[in-house]
Structure formats: structure tokens, C-alpha cells
């Protein structure tokens, strides 16, 4: 028989001995846990840095919801207006606005308050949102609209996209009286718009700040119908011009050299009436490229317009081509400012880097 005494002392070392192997255990799975953890989540950062889009773009995407709009009703809205006033301020999630088929007479604003908007239409009959205000219309107040509050869609926020949409400002003119008037205007940043169609005659699209991108568009006008300070690609889009005489396409307003900004289109197609110039520089240091585009006859042999009232710009714009196409592509009469880019100077403006696409760009 084991005397009491050592019972005791063996049954104190069992206890001794199970408590640090629990404890070691514990310890492990601990161990196991917080390894885990730190593994998930550096490879969560991984994930974000191969998906490339920065984080409020992420959480708002994984969050969507709808809203529908159809003036015919049956839908949650008869207005755009409607739907766009339900949206909560700072709103932090994709809200989708589903447009039916139909002719929407509003003017649209949407404040910087409500970015992650969404303007979705049918690709085989797209809405068109109309008004016909222009830069001289009186406000209420005794002032005029000017420009920047002529639009027919105005839109201040950040992360906008727009797919199926015709924004449209129908303003009508006497022949010896063009205004402008615009059609969208586009201040919110990291904002795209896919197989939309834009028209006006003067001022038609207002690219006015920010980092765009436009794909698959249509864009008419007369009188410098792509104009502002905007960084934008727009890539595979059309440039009807509807001047009867001779206009500029792009007045693009790089007003100094440090400012990043400027308009790239690539693939697109210059066509139409009239007579255009490519651009003219509304700022002193205007920055437009054409790369890989067909340029129908109306575009003129020099190619840029020189007329602004001040020859100093013409030393400090950027206006180049790259590898375009068709007869009004030729450059052998190309005011002697125009540059002739080369592969390694066309490669900062054909692709997504240019607008910095890979942190904010999403498949429609």
C-alpha cells in the first residue's frame, strides 16, 4: 500500500505536470490563432493590392443596391430628381439607378455629398435626359446661369459612372447666335461613362476637373464641344461635328505646367460637317493627343487652331499625334508647334495609367 504522503506528492506532479502541458497547448493555439490571423490578413492586403482599387471603391461595390426610375410609372420613381433626393448624404455604398426607356426633362445635379452613383439605361433604348438652358438664361435672382450652370446633368461627385445614357441639351439658336450650353457637365473625380452619347452645339461636354474616362461614346457639337481642366481618356468614341463653318473640337485649359491634366483620345473617330480644328488652347499650357485615330476630311491641314489672341501659348502647349489614320490625318501641313509623338512619348497617354484607371476603374 503507497503510503498517503506520496500519493499526494505523485498526484501533485500529475497536476503540475497536466497544467503546463495545458498551458503549452493553450499557448500553441494561440500561437496558431494569432499566425492565422496575421495571415489573413496580409494576405487580404495582397488581394487589395493586386485588385489595385482603393478601399472606399471596394466597400462601396461590395454593397450595392437599386433604385428604378420610369416616367411612365411602375417603378420606385417618375423622376430622376426623386430618385436622387432619396439617397442619404455622404452615402458610402454603389446606389444604381435604373432609367426606363423614355425622355426624362430635368436638369440633374448631383452634389459632391452623394458619390457611388450609378446612372443605368437600356443598351437598346437608352433614356435621354433633356433640358435647354444656356449660359445667358436669368435665374430668379437677376443673375445669369453662365456656363457652368447651363448643364442639363451637372454632376459634383466622386466615383460616377454612367452606362446608356443620352445627355442631351437641346437648346435652340438663331443662326447669327450660338450660345453655350451644355450637356454634362463632369467636376466629380474618378468618373466614367460607357457607350453614352452627348449633344449640344456649343460647350457640349464639359470636362471640367477631375480623372475620367469615357468609352464607346458619342459626342456632337459645334463650337469646342469637349472643353475643360479634366485629365480624360476616351477611348473608341466619335466626334461629330455639326458646324457649318470652321470650329475646334477640344479647348482644353491647362492653365500651368504642373498641373496634371489634359485630354487622350485613342481609337476614336473624327467625322461630321464643316471644318475643324483638332483643339485650340484655352489655357497656356493645353495638353491634347490623338493616338491611333481616323480623322475624316473635315479635320483642316494644319490640324490646330492658332486663333486664340495669344501666340506665346503656341510655345507652351502640348498638342500631339500618334499613328492616326485617314485623309485628314496627314501631317505634312501641321502648324510647326504639333508634335509627332514617338512609341516611348504616345506610351504616358494610350493607356489606363494615364487616368490612373487601375485604382478606380470597374467593369460596367
Same mark, same amino acid.
Given at each position: 500500500m503507497v503510503p498517503k504522503t506520496h500519493l499526494q506528492c505523485i498526484l501533485f506532479l500529475l497536476s503540475l505536470l497536466?497544467?503546463?502541458?495545458?498551458?503549452?497547448?493553450?499557448?500553441?493555439?494561440?500561437?496558431?490563432?494569432?499566425?492565422?490571423?496575421?495571415?489573413?490578413?496580409?494576405?487580404?492586403?495582397?488581394?487589395?493590392?493586386?485588385?489595385g482599387l482603393d478601399l472606399k471603391l471596394q466597400q462601396a461595390e461590395s454593397n450595392k443596391t437599386i433604385l428604378t426610375v420610369s416616367k411612365d410609372g411602375g417603378a420606385d420613381f417618375n423622376t430622376i430628381n426623386e430618385a436622387i433626393n432619396s439617397i442619404s448624404p455622404h452615402n458610402t455604398r454603389r446606389v444604381v439607378v435604373s432609367i426606363a426607356p423614355g425622355v426624362y426633362r430635368e436638369k440633374v445635379v448631383i452634389p459632391e455629398s452623394l458619390p457611388f452613383v450609378t446612372f443605368l439605361g437600356n443598351a437598346n433604348d437608352q433614356p435621354t435626359i433633356s433640358a435647354n438652358d444656356t449660359s445667358s438664361v436669368t435665374r430668379s435672382d437677376g443673375t445669369t446661369l453662365k456656363t457652368f450652370n447651363s448643364a442639363t446633368v451637372a454632376v459634383n461627385a466622386s466615383y460616377f459612372i454612367a452606362i446608356n445614357i443620352i445627355f442631351e441639351n437641346n437648346a435652340s439658336y438663331l443662326e447669327s447666335k450660338v450660345e453655350q450650353a451644355v450637356a454634362l457637365r463632369i467636376s466629380g473625380n474618378k468618373s466614367a461613362f460607357y457607350n453614352c452619347s452627348f449633344y449640344g452645339v456649343q460647350d457640349t461636354l464639359y470636362d471640367h476637373k477631375g480623372i475620367h474616362y469615357f468609352k464607346n461614346c458619342f459626342i456632337q457639337g459645334s463650337t469646342d464641344f469637349i472643353f475643360g481642366y479634366g485629365r480624360t481618356?476616351?477611348? *473608341?468614341?466619335? /466626334?461629330? +461635328?455639326?458646324?457649318?463653318?470652321?470650329?475646334?473640337?477640344?479647348?482644353?485649359?491647362?492653365? *500651368?505646367?504642373? /498641373?496634371? +491634366?489634359?485630354?487622350?483620345?485613342?481609337?476614336?473617330?473624327?467625322?461630321?460637317?464643316?471644318?475643324?480644328y483638332l483643339g485650340r488652347p484655352w489655357g497656356e499650357y493645353s495638353r491634347v493627343v490623338y493616338s491611333y485615330t481616323f480623322m475624316d476630311t473635315i479635320v483642316l491641314p494644319k490640324g490646330w487652331d492658332e486663333s486664340w489672341g495669344d501666340q506665346k501659348r503656341n510655345m507652351t502647349v502640348y498638342y500631339g499625334e500618334y499613328k492616326c489614320s485617314g485623309p485628314g490625318s496627314n501631317l505634312s501641313k501641321r502648324v510647326p508647334w504639333a508634335r509627332m509623338l514617338t512609341d516611348e512619348e504616345a506610351q504616358l497617354f494610350i493607356g489606363i495609367d494615364f487616368i490612373q484607371g487601375d485604382t478606380w476603374l470597374i467593369s460596367p
Amino acid at each position: 500500500m503507497v503510503p498517503k504522503t506520496h500519493l499526494q506528492c505523485i498526484l501533485f506532479l500529475l497536476s503540475l505536470l497536466y497544467t503546463t502541458c495545458r498551458l503549452e497547448m493553450e499557448s500553441d493555439f494561440d500561437k496558431w490563432v494569432s499566425w492565422n490571423m496575421k495571415s489573413h490578413q496580409r494576405k487580404t492586403i495582397l488581394e487589395n493590392k493586386r485588385s489595385g482599387l482603393d478601399l472606399k471603391l471596394q466597400q462601396a461595390e461590395s454593397n450595392k443596391t437599386i433604385l428604378t426610375v420610369s416616367k411612365d410609372g411602375g417603378a420606385d420613381f417618375n423622376t430622376i430628381n426623386e430618385a436622387i433626393n432619396s439617397i442619404s448624404p455622404h452615402n458610402t455604398r454603389r446606389v444604381v439607378v435604373s432609367i426606363a426607356p423614355g425622355v426624362y426633362r430635368e436638369k440633374v445635379v448631383i452634389p459632391e455629398s452623394l458619390p457611388f452613383v450609378t446612372f443605368l439605361g437600356n443598351a437598346n433604348d437608352q433614356p435621354t435626359i433633356s433640358a435647354n438652358d444656356t449660359s445667358s438664361v436669368t435665374r430668379s435672382d437677376g443673375t445669369t446661369l453662365k456656363t457652368f450652370n447651363s448643364a442639363t446633368v451637372a454632376v459634383n461627385a466622386s466615383y460616377f459612372i454612367a452606362i446608356n445614357i443620352i445627355f442631351e441639351n437641346n437648346a435652340s439658336y438663331l443662326e447669327s447666335k450660338v450660345e453655350q450650353a451644355v450637356a454634362l457637365r463632369i467636376s466629380g473625380n474618378k468618373s466614367a461613362f460607357y457607350n453614352c452619347s452627348f449633344y449640344g452645339v456649343q460647350d457640349t461636354l464639359y470636362d471640367h476637373k477631375g480623372i475620367h474616362y469615357f468609352k464607346n461614346c458619342f459626342i456632337q457639337g459645334s463650337t469646342d464641344f469637349i472643353f475643360g481642366y479634366g485629365r480624360t481618356l476616351y477611348e *473608341n468614341c466619335t /466626334l461629330n +461635328s455639326v458646324t457649318k463653318n470652321v470650329t475646334s473640337i477640344t479647348a482644353q485649359k491647362r492653365s *500651368n505646367s504642373s /498641373l496634371d +491634366s489634359g485630354f487622350s483620345f485613342k481609337n476614336c473617330n473624327v467625322t461630321g460637317s464643316g471644318h475643324v480644328y483638332l483643339g485650340r488652347p484655352w489655357g497656356e499650357y493645353s495638353r491634347v493627343v490623338y493616338s491611333y485615330t481616323f480623322m475624316d476630311t473635315i479635320v483642316l491641314p494644319k490640324g490646330w487652331d492658332e486663333s486664340w489672341g495669344d501666340q506665346k501659348r503656341n510655345m507652351t502647349v502640348y498638342y500631339g499625334e500618334y499613328k492616326c489614320s485617314g485623309p485628314g490625318s496627314n501631317l505634312s501641313k501641321r502648324v510647326p508647334w504639333a508634335r509627332m509623338l514617338t512609341d516611348e512619348e504616345a506610351q504616358l497617354f494610350i493607356g489606363i495609367d494615364f487616368i490612373q484607371g487601375d485604382t478606380w476603374l470597374i467593369s460596367p
